[in-house]
């Protein structure tokens, strides 16, 4: 068997962000253009105008100043939230990539939030108290 994962944020239960948000993100900090950063990544401009509007919606508040296009051309950059954002998302896709190769099944399944799951034992993650961390494995 194979483990993957996909790690995303949320905000009062509403999907925020995920690897597509994260690597648009990533792409207008190198790019400066969401127009750019969408051809680079193989994608049409609306679909990522798309995605950081809602973003900003769920998080009230902007992640990507945007400068409208004109004789110049326009350009986008993260905002102080934008990059803490896209920082948290590599730094927690980084340590559960160095530490999954030791996640050990536990051999429940149990039944959370109607949805069949396996229990995991993540090694070394600590949450500090009254957080979590929660690995869903869907089957």
Known sequence: MELKWRIWFEK??????????????????????LAKAAKALGMSYRFAWKYVTK??????????ERERGGREGGGAKL??????????????????????GGVETLGRVEIRDGERVIVLKLPDIEAEEGDEVRLRVWL
């Not at 973003?55 to 990507?64: A, R």
């Not at 905002?79 to 990539?97: D, N």
């Open 12 to 33: 009062d239960g509403k999907h925020v962000m995920g690897k597509g948000g994260a690597e648009i993100l990533r792409a207008i900090k190198e790019h400066g253009s």
């Open 79 to 100: 905002t102080k939230l934008g990059e803490e954002i896209l920082r948290m998302y590599e730094e927690a896709e980084r340590l559960f990539s160095a530490r999954s």
């Open 55 to 64: 973003m900003e919606k769920t998080l009230g508040e902007k992640i990507v």
